[in-house]
Every structure is written in C-alpha cells, then in structure tokens.
C-alpha cells in the first residue's frame, strides 16, 4: 500500500518568515494530494490539494509543489502569522482511492511572536 | 450550513465492552470515511460508506464495523474493546466517493479512552 512520509515533525518559525513541510510518497499511482490543518480540539480542514497533472498551485499565502519524478511534494506557507500555529498533514490517495486517504504523520507548526 | 456532527464527543469505556459512534454528514453529502487518529500511527483509514454500501475498508479488524444509513447518517461499531482502541475517531464527509478524490469535510471527532 502507499506510505507517506512528512518531515519535520515540528517546525518553529518567526512571524513573518516562511515555512516549508515536505512529504514522499511511494504508490506511483497516486494521484491527488491534500494538505490539512488541525487546530487543537478540531477536526482536520483542508487548506490546499494538487492533482498529479499540476505541478505547483497557489491560494494567497500557500502554496504546494509537487515533483511525481521524485515522488515527493512540499507545503509553503509566507508571511506566517499566529494563526498558522497548527497540525498539519499531507496525504496521497491510494490505491486510486479505493484504500481512502493516506495520511503523514504530521508537523507541528509553531510561529514565534 | 451545518458541518459534520459527531456524538458523542467524549467517552470512557473498559476492556470487552463494545461501542457505537455517530456521524450526521454534511446535507447532501452521500459518502461517509471514518478514522481513526493516534499519537503514534496518526490517521489511518479505517472504512468508506457512499449510498449505504461499504465502499473501501482499511487494514482494521473485524472487531471495526460500520455501516450507513439511507439518510448518509453512519454508525461505526468497535466490539470487544482493547486498550489500543483508545483514539479519536473521526468522521468526514464528501460530494464525492474516494475514488473521486472529493474533498473530505472533517467532524470534531469522538474521543475514546478505554481502561
């Protein structure tokens, strides 16, 4: 089956830099990849999501990347503010879907005042 | 627009007994996923419903059980419960089967410790 990997597992940055997270995949079938964020006490909320024929998209301060040669596609996050502090996941779709969402393990995402 | 609802939020449970969550979709959503999330595994799949049939199941026990409703409301059931069912289970719904990769609207989840 697909096993994601996402590193680092905690991340601290200063208010207003940029924060990058990283994600491998191994099922070369995948083909559609989101990003969640979970804020304490919630369930996870989509942010941003990149099909296999897309190799970069954009919504105002994030965006995703992704390199289907390389199997590995990354989450960028500019200008961070303190409501970025949060969990947050990559996942792939396996098996075309078929075998749901696999998730990474996730980063906890810490800005600094 | 209501979200997804999950009851109950919280409960404590011990060792052999069974379980049933809830899981109200969003209105007019048709596919039900469940999960379940750790400290050490993190989310893992454990079963899809789209149209009250099983669509996909993860890599779970028979002991995990679920099923859907014709109103897309689903339970799931944990029987005979183990210390390592402790988790947050969360529900999420979707326009859209897996298959299709619709975007997943995810519940607060229920919250089980079991002793």
């Known amino acids: 089956g697909e096993n994601v990997e996402q590193h680092p597992s905690t991340l601290s940055v200063q208010e207003g830099d940029s924060a990058v997270i990283k994600c491998t995949y191994s099922?070369?079938?995948?083909?559609?990849f989101p990003w969640y964020k979970q804020e304490l006490g919630k369930g996870p909320q989509l942010i941003i999501d990149i099909r296999s024929n897309v190799g970069e998209k954009k919504d105002q301060r994030i965006a995703v990347t992704l390199n289907k040669t390389a199997k590995h596609f990354s989450l960028h996050i500019t200008e961070t503010q303190p409501e970025d502090s949060a969990v947050y996941f990559c996942?792939?779709?396996?098996?075309?879907?078929?075998?749901?969402?696999?998730f990474g393990k996730g980063t906890h995402l810490i800005i600094q005042p | 627009k209501a979200g997804v609802t999950q009851t109950p939020r919280y409960l404590i449970k011990t060792r052999g007994q069974q379980v049933t969550l809830s899981c109200s979709p969003i209105?007019?959503?048709?596919?039900v996923s469940w999960y379940q999330q750790t400290p050490g595994q993190g989310l893992q799949f454990l079963f899809e419903y789209f149209s009250e049939t099983q669509r996909n199941k993860g890599n779970f026990p028979g002991r995990f059980s679920g099923r859907q409703f014709s109103n897309s409301r689903s339970e799931m059931n944990v029987s005979t419960l183990e210390l390592g069912d402790s988790a947050l289970y969360l529900c999420a719904s979707s326009l859209e089967t897996l298959v299709n990769t619709g975007e997943l609207f995810f519940g607060e989840g229920s919250r089980l410790t079991v002793l």
């Open positions: 209105s007019g959503h048709r596919s």
């Open positions: 099922d070369s079938a995948s083909n559609y």
């Open positions: 996942a792939a779709s396996s098996g075309g879907g078929a075998d749901g969402l696999t």
